[in-house]
T-cell receptor, first 113, second 114 residues
Framework: GESVGLHLPTLSVQEGDNSIINCAYSNSASDYFIWYKQESGKGPQFIIDIRSNMDKRQGQRVTVLLNKTVKHLSLQIAATQPGDSAVYFCAGVIIQGAQKLVFGQGTRLTINP | NAGVTQTPKFRVLKTGQSMTLLCAQDMNHEYMYWYRQDPGMGLRLIHYSVGEGTTAKGEVPDGYNVSRLKKQNFLLGLESAAPSQTSVYFC?????????????FGEGSWLTVV
């Protein structure tokens, strides 16, 4: 079956630095990936998505890179701010009769002042 | 715009008790999902629905039942609660995700089984 996992459970960066959060997936059943941000006590919040026919997509201060060869994607956050502190999840969309999201375990991003 | 609303937000149950979590969405979404989230883990899919009157099992369906009698509501039931079901439960809804539509999550329901 499909699995999605993150490389590091925690990541600490200095305020103003760039953050890179990594994610790997196990097979090619997913052709659509989404990054979510989850703040304490809240539900996941959509950040950015990418389809398998793309290798890069940019949003406001965020960039997602997809490497299908090694089944890896990353989320880059530019000039991290205190408000970026949260748990970040990557999720792959599986199409097997219905659309389902399979989540990785999450990376907790801490911003140091 | 309410989006996805879950009730109750917090609940403590005794082992063996039953309860129902209600999820309501006002966006006319076809797809609805129930996930659970345990400490240090991502969300795991319990059950989902692709439309009114349909339900299907997800990754971890044992001990749970669901119903989608109305398009806007998706109910998650625990017939006989167990401590292993202590978790945070998230409901979500969406149109066709592959068409670029976002999946929206509720704020979560914290359930403790003692």
């Amino acid at each position: 079956g499909e699995s999605v996992g993150l490389h590091l459970p925690t990541l600490s960066v200095q305020e103003g630095d760039n953050s890179i959060i990594n994610c790997a997936y196990s097979n090619s059943a997913s052709d659509y990936f989404i990054w979510y941000k989850q703040e304490s006590g809240k539900g996941p919040q959509f950040i950015i998505d990418i389809r398998s026919n793309m290798d890069k997509r940019q949003g406001q201060r965020v960039t997602v890179l997809l490497n299908k060869t090694v089944k890896h994607l990353s989320l880059q956050i530019a000039a991290t701010q205190p408000g970026d502190s949260a748990v970040y999840f990557c999720a792959g969309v599986i199409i097997q009769g219905a659309q389902k999201l399979v989540f990785g375990q999450g990376t907790r991003l801490t911003i140091n002042p | 715009n309410a989006g996805v609303t879950q009730t109750p937000k917090f609940r403590v149950l005794k082992t063996g008790q039953s309860m129902t979590l209600l999820c309501a969405q006002d966006m006319n979404h076809e797809y609805m999902y129930w996930y659970r989230q345990d400490p240090g883990m991502g969300l795991r899919l319990i059950h989902y629905s692709v439309g009114e009157g349909t339900t299907a099992k997800g990754e971890v369906p044992d001990g749970y039942n669901v119903s989608r009698l109305k398009k806007q509501n998706f109910l998650l039931g625990l017939e006989s609660a167990a401590p292993s079901q202590t978790s945070v439960y998230f409901c979500a809804s969406s149109y066709n995700i592959l068409s670029g539509n976002t999946i929206y999550f509720g704020e979560g329901s914290w359930l403790t089984v003692v």
